[in-house]
């Protein structure tokens, strides 16, 4: 019954190394939203689609691409990871650009 | 940065009211309050929101005041499921790239 969904919950992994990161959601929602919280609990946005479209793309690195193989899916894709990379990265949908989104658990990367 | 201004926690006893700050003095005209909050390591979840007039939903209700330079989140009956880190939000509908969650009020509800 989970509306957003994210996996996996937590990833460790090294520097350099590529890695995914899933997310679902089953609400029927247009829009999705990849969201990073840093360790001081700042949330910002960091990419949004709108019905497979990208349409917002904050100032983050080209070694993080999303992909959107489906309305109800949009996963994270991170490329030679860096130590600063690790944070809790949080999966939201929402109807539209103007509807309150709806947030996943999170998943927790951390990076040695 | 975020543009509002919130007192880093608050206690409230289970049962009574509990009644959240929020500074916005630089809010713009079009531009709509927020409300969310995080339970410990989950995701954030949406409360309520506003534009001008005070909103009221199953969950809490939203007091702005007449020059929205603030506003306060009231919890009617809070229990020990409110405790959460509650952010305060101003943001324009389709602005979703200015949606800034800052540090929140830590709000403690006490048995």
């Known amino acids: 019954d989970t509306a957003v969904s994210q996996t996996p919950k937590y990833l460790v992994t090294q520097m350099g190394n590529d890695k995914s990161i899933k997310c679902e959601q089953n609400l029927g929602h247009d829009t999705m939203y990849w969201y990073k919280q840093d360790s001081k609990k700042f949330l910002k946005i960091m990419f949004s689609?709108?019905?497979?479209?990208?349409?917002i793309n904050e100032t983050v690195p080209n070694r993080f691409s999303p992909k959107s193989p489906d309305k109800a899916h949009l996963n994270l894709h991170i490329n030679s990871l860096e130590l600063g990379d690790s944070a809790v990265y949080f999966c939201?949908?929402?109807?539209?650009?103007?509807?309150?989104?709806?947030f996943g658990p999170g998943t927790r990367l951390t990076v040695t | 940065d975020a543009k509002t201004t919130q007192p880093p926690s608050m206690d409230c006893a289970e049962g009574r009211a509990a009644n959240l700050p929020c500074n916005h003095s630089?809010?713009?005209?079009?531009?709509?309050v927020y409300w969310y909050r995080q339970i410990h390591s989950q995701g954030p979840q949406y409360i309520i929101h506003?534009?001008?007039n005070n909103e009221t939903n199953e969950m809490a209700s939203l007091i702005i005041t007449e020059d929205r330079k603030s506003s306060t989140l009231i919890l009617p009956h809070a229990t020990l499921r409110d405790t959460a880190v509650y952010y305060c939000?101003?943001?324009?509908?389709?602005?979703?790239?200015?949606?800034?969650f800052g540090k929140g009020t830590r709000l403690h509800i006490l048995p």
């Open positions: 689609y709108n019905n497979k479209e990208l349409i």
């Open positions: 506003g534009l001008k």
């Open positions: 939000i101003v943001t324009a509908p389709y602005r979703d790239d200015k949606i800034i």
């Open positions: 939201a949908s929402s109807q539209d650009l103007s509807r309150d989104r709806h």
């Open positions: 630089t809010i713009s005209g079009n531009e709509y």
